[in-house]
């Protein structure tokens, strides 16, 4: 066999190696999620640190009511969890809104709202995006946003607000 043949089949070798050691990669890592796949949130940490035995019935911690205080003072940035955390308890609905985005500006986004209800009727309504806090509402119960929506998520008039327009 000549030193060109060597060389050709030692390469052929070499490349089959490293495309079955690709493939079983591949194959135990798991598929990205779709776009479209809704993420369920994770579950929170039990209110009541001190459950009751076996046998007896759970009391229910008692809920929160969450006033428009309690949101406006919400920092962006916030996990569901830390905000659940803060509501104690996690919320009490949730869906999924798609914004395109604004061409130049910003790329498209998913928005997962999660939504805790009072008794009264109004509710806090926050939105995450990439598992961070970049929405948040207070709905009164008579339906009024009693929050201003912030300059940052007004992606409709990013090139009024950012001057170039």
Do not use: C
Request: avoid cysteine.
């Amino acid at each position: 066999m000549s030193l060109r043949n060597s060389i050709l089949t030692a390469l052929i070798v070499a490349g089959l190696v490293l495309g079955a050691g690709y493939i079983l990669g591949l194959a135990r890592t798991e598929p990205a999620p779709d776009a479209e796949e809704t993420e369920t949130p994770p579950p929170v940490a039990a209110v009541n640190p001190d459950p009751s035995p076996a046998g007896e019935p759970e009391e229910e911690a008692p809920k929160i009511h969450i006033t428009r205080e309690m949101v406006e003072k919400m920092y962006y940035g916030l996990s569901y969890e830390d905000a659940a955390q803060l509501f104690g308890a996690t919320s009490d609905e949730w869906d999924t809104e798609y914004n395109q985005g604004v061409e130049g500006y910003t790329s498209p986004f998913i928005i997962h709202w999660h939504v805790w209800k009072n008794e009264d009727g109004s509710k806090a309504r926050l939105g995450f995006v990439n598992k961070k806090l970049e929405r948040k509402q207070y709905i009164a119960a008579d339906g009024d946003n009693l929050l201003p929506e912030a300059p940052h998520t007004d992606v409709e008039n990013y090139g009024h607000i950012l001057g170039i327009e």
